[in-house]
């Protein structure tokens, strides 16, 4: 998917260690969200923004901070990683509640 | 706030078999439903969606779904499935009164074609 990449795909973490995982999109959307997908749990949303300079709380926020300091960039960080955000971690992008969502391939995210 | 769940975790089928898939919502407002696929490894792609007007609406790869709003349901059908449907599904809502609403997804279902 060329509108929406995420880096890095793969990262191993110890337990403490902090990192940012960056989403950039180059559709020129407004809207742009985190979610992460566990095994069961289907997406839940983590963070998301509805412009530049925005940021908002989603479903489990909690570990996570993000920032929108450009509009095509959507950075999610966590600054002390846990066990329990092993998962892979989406990034997603829209123009509006009815337009669809546009993903990124994915980071899978193993904390040890 | 809206949720949404889908009744079936997995789904196992034979080839050229019906599937239905089921999703039921809830929300205090009007929607727009989604349904999303998501292949091995990949992220997730849009099937089909509804927004307003005829409530069967149809999407890629065969797909259909129907919005019922009196049963609060949007489930996922295809009269004959491929091996290559298999996958796992997700229903989606959003409210249509917030432009910047996120979509909140059910936890899936897992579809199973064997031959």
């Known amino acids: 998917n060329a509108g929406v990449t995420q880096t890095p795909k793969f990262r191993v973490l110890k337990t403490g260690q902090s990192m940012t995982l960056l989403c950039a999109q180059d559709m020129n959307h407004e809207y742009m969200y985190w979610y992460r997908q566990d095994p069961g749990m289907g997406l839940r949303l983590i963070h998301y923004s509805v412009g530049e300079g925005t940021t908002a709380k989603g479903e489990v926020p909690d570990g996570y901070n993000v920032s929108r300091l450009k509009k095509q960039n959507f950075l999610l960080g966590l600054e002390s990683a846990a066990p329990s955000q092993t998962s892979v971690y989406f990034c997603a992008t829209h123009q509006g509640s009815n337009s669809p969502l546009h993903f990124g391939n994915g980071t899978r995210l193993t904390v040890t | ?115």
């Open chain 2, 1 to 115: 706030a809206q949720s949404v769940t889908q009744l079936d975790s997995q789904v196992p089928v034979f080839e050229e078999a019906p599937v239905e898939l089921r999703c039921n919502y809830s929300s205090s407002v009007s929607v727009y439903l989604f349904w999303y696929v998501q292949y091995p490894n990949q992220g997730l792609q849009l099937l089909l969606k509804y927004l307003s007007g005829s409530t069967l609406v149809k999407g890629i790869n065969g797909f259909e779904a129907e919005f019922n709003k009196s049963q609060t349901s949007f489930h996922l059908r295809k009269p004959s499935v491929h091996i290559s449907d298999t996958a796992e599904y997700f229903c989606a809502v959003s409210e249509s009164n917030q432009a910047g609403t996120a979509l909140i997804f059910g936890k899936g279902t897992t579809l199973s074609v064997s031959s």
